[in-house]
């Protein structure tokens, strides 16, 4: 079993729907979690980060993190069709080596 | 330079032959890292380098792959005799000192295919 599992979709949805993305884990050890989007050749870049347990907020986007269940989530809402990217979950224990999942491709049409 | 610069982007090779993959980081970042994406799969780590010592390189897939840094900026990635399950797009990322990994950033790639 792979340290971080991702569905890799795809997944599709029209333009103002909400989404959500999701990540499973096995080691209880990783305490830092971060979501990256990752446009066609182009390099990911850091979307949400999120230390321990709990929700964190910014705009459209929030991400949860669940420790007991292994389990962390990304809502985006009223989404765009720009938001059509590959989006990675990430964890990660020491805070410097990061485990990633295999990544979720989004495509919101308009 | 205002972002991880790698070259180059695309790299067409035949099998047997050796490849440099090369990476410039972020002005004054001290971490790189190598990261390896193949086609539908995660991000894979390579290597980690602090400054020009790579106190993990745990991630190297085989002693066909080598990593070096110098003068705590330019990084190169050796690949010798590929083999066509080394296709995939080879990341590098860095970081300034004394952060963690949440602020990481990384370059667009150099998508190595091997025939």
């Known amino acids: 079993q792979k340290e971080v599992e991702q569905d890799p979709g795809p997944l599709s949805v029209p333009e103002g729907a909400i989404v959500s993305l999701n990540c499973t884990y096995s080691?209880?050890?990783?305490?830092?979690f971060m979501w990256y989007r990752q446009y066609s050749r182009k390099g990911p870049e850091l979307l949400m980060y999120t230390y321990s347990s709990g929700n964190k907020e910014d705009g459209r986007f929030t991400a949860q993190v669940d420790k007991s269940s292994k389990y962390i989530s990304l809502f985006i809402r009223d989404s765009q069709p720009s938001d059509s990217a590959t989006y990675l979950c990430a964890m990660s224990e020491s805070g410097y080596a990061l485990n990633f999942g295999k990544g979720t491709s989004l495509l919101v049409t308009p | 330079g205002a972002g991880v610069s790698q070259s180059p982007s695309n790299k067409v090779t035949e099998k047997g032959k050796d490849v440099e993959l090369r990476c410039d980081p972020i002005?004054?970042?001290?971490?790189l890292y190598w990261y390896r994406q193949r086609l539908g799969q995660g991000l894979e780590f390579l290597i980690y380098?602090?400054?020009?010592?790579?106190?993990?390189k745990s991630g190297l897939p085989s002693d066909r792959f080598s990593a070096e840094r110098t003068g705590e900026s330019v990084s190169t990635l050796t690949i010798q005799r590929t083999q066509q399950e080394d296709s995939a797009v080879y990341l590098c990322?860095?970081?300034?000192?004394?952060?963690?990994?949440?602020?990481?950033?990384f370059g667009a790639g150099s998508r190595l295919t091997v025939l």
């Open positions: 080691n209880s050890a990783f305490q830092y």
């Open positions: 380098f602090q400054g020009n010592s790579a106190p993990d």
């Open positions: 990322a860095s970081r300034p000192p004394g952060t963690g990994a949440n602020v990481l950033t």
């Open positions: 002005s004054g970042h001290t971490a």
